[in-house]
């Protein structure tokens, strides 16, 4: 079965702190994602990746930042965390080469930022 | 660009109804399109998709979808709704690239 392991399910920081959300797949997917669910606006894309090291902007990329040092981890950061980025997390990945590739998601990350 | 719109905020069914669930997409070239359900405090677990081929496409726990081009719709049916389908359901699109587009949801709410 597809796995996506979100590590944290529900995480309150401070105003300013660094924040880290980690993502693991065990499926070898090329590509990863970092979406932010807000209710009445869907999904938008925060950033994705498409090989290690390898990183390109979503639609939402302001106030965060990602690492991708192995092809089965993908980090979410916010570098400064502040209370418009209350909000879930969620990380998701596919295969590459085919855009009718499904894209499996983890279980998301609830963070509260006060 | 690639989008989605799922003009329903909200749809209330009886259980043993039929259900519909409306989407409409806009896209460059040939869609690739998808239905996903959210149950609270969950991830998004895939349904079915549409890649190429037959309009109507079958997926899990009894839902379908039909493709039609002409209207850029892809709702999501099911013949016999149950209280357990009662959750938020995404339409997405995948054009071109690796990047997926969805629809701001829509909550399905089935009662007994």
């Known amino acids: 079965d597809v796995k996506v392991t979100q590590s944290s399910r529900y995480l309150v920081k401070r105003t300013g702190e660094k924040v880290f959300l980690e993502c693991v797949q065990d499926?070898?997917?090329?590509?990863m994602f970092w979406y932010r669910q807000d209710p009445g606006l869907g999904l938008r894309l925060i950033y994705f990746?498409?090989?290690?090291?390898?990183?390109e902007k979503g639609d939402i990329p302001e106030g965060y930042s990602v690492s991708r040092e192995k092809k089965e981890r993908f980090s979410l950061i916010l570098e400064s965390a502040s209370t418009n980025q209350t909000s879930m997390y969620l990380c998701?990945?596919?295969?590459?080469?085919?855009?009718?590739?499904?894209?499996?998601f983890g279980e998301g990350s609830w963070l509260t930022v006060v | 660009a690639q989008s989605v719109a799922q003009p329903e905020d909200q749809v209330n069914v009886a259980e043993g109804n039929p259900l519909t669930v409306k989407c409409t997409y806009s896209v460059s070239g040939n869609p690739y399109l998808f239905w996903y359900v959210q149950y609270p405090n969950r991830g998004l677990q895939f349904l079915l998709k549409y890649i190429t081929g037959d309009n109507l496409v079958k997926g899990s726990y009894g839902f379908e979808a039909e493709f039609n081009k002409s209207q850029t719709s892809f709702h999501l049916k099911k013949p016999s709704a149950l209280v357990s389908d009662s959750a938020l359901y995404f339409c997405?699109?995948?054009?071109?690239?690796?990047?997926?587009?969805f629809g701001a949801g829509t909550r399905l709410t089935v009662k007994p």
């Open positions: 997405a699109v995948r054009a071109y690239g690796n990047d997926m587009r």
């Open positions: 990746s498409y090989d290690v090291k390898m990183k």
């Open positions: 998701a990945s596919s295969p590459t080469g085919d855009s009718g590739n499904t894209i499996y």
């Open positions: 499926m070898d997917h090329e590509n």
